[in-house]
């Protein structure tokens, strides 16, 4: 299987920073990777596929980016609706592995 | 517009056998490309893809849970169903389906059927 290493664990940050959240694959992906964003109680949603595309109706202040097989999740003019936990997961190969998430509070 | 329900029995014992469906429309599963996969997400942990079922009626499997895994589909196309036997406490879990096309992301997901193991 192929292992998606996701970091920082955890970030607080304030209203109109800039954050980002990285993912390492164990193996090439090919940029078949996705980014969604998990509010409590609710199921993820969708943010970023293929590494950098934006899902429609996702706020522009997301995006995504690659640098071998390290990939990031930027998110600008951090919004209070924005806290939440974010999982990376790649859609390269069977079976879809997902990182273990990162937990984004607004101070 | 694309929905995807998830029901399931809520509680069960250790040894037995859980049984998922996944109710969905907006789309067809009869779609080229299309695919229902089911996912699993322990309280407070991340989570487990464990099973695929696409338009042409291949299966998919994590090979972690293979030996305990069957996921079909009914003749008309609006559900699919997983069967977990042998389940333990590990198995608690909320468990979602959700949509993709071929190896994509996932763009749509059920809301999730929380699912407890306890004698």
């Known amino acids: 299987d192929i292992q998606m290493t996701q970091s920082p664990a955890s970030l607080s940050a304030s209203l109109g920073e800039t954050v980002t959240i990285e993912c390492l694959a164990s193996?090439?992906?090919?940029?078949?990777l996705a980014w969604y964003q998990q509010k409590p109680g609710k199921s993820p949603q969708l943010l970023i596929y293929d590494a950098s595309s934006l899902q429609d109706g996702v706020p522009s202040r997301f995006s995504g980016s690659e640098s071998g097989t390290q990939y990031s999740l930027e998110i600008n003019s951090l919004q209070s609706e924005d806290a939440a936990t974010y999982f990376c997961?790649?859609?390269?190969?069977?079976?879809?592995?997902f990182g273990a998430g990162t937990k984004l509070e607004l101070k | 517009q694309v929905t995807l329900k998830e029901s399931g029995p809520g509680m069960l014992q250790p040894s037995k056998t859980l049984s998922l469906t996944c109710s969905f429309s907006?789309?067809?599963?009869?779609?080229?490309?299309?695919?229902v996969s089911w996912i699993r997400q322990p309280s407070g942990k991340s989570l487990e893809w464990l099973a695929a079922?696409?338009?042409?009626?291949?299966?998919y499997y994590n090979p972690s849970l293979k030996s305990r895994l069957t996921v079909s589909k009914d003749t008309s196309n609006t559900q699919v169903f997983l069967k977990i036997t042998s389940v333990d406490i590990a198995d608690t879990a909320t468990y979602y389906c959700a949509r993709s096309l071929s190896t994509t992301a996932f763009d749509y997901w059920g809301q999730g059927v929380m699912v407890t193991v306890s004698s």
């Open positions: 907006g789309f067809s599963l009869s779609t080229s490309g299309m695919v």
């Open positions: 997961q790649q859609h390269h190969d069977y079976p879809p592995t």
């Open positions: 193996e090439d992906i090919y940029s078949n």
């Open positions: 079922i696409d338009w042409d009626g291949d299966k």
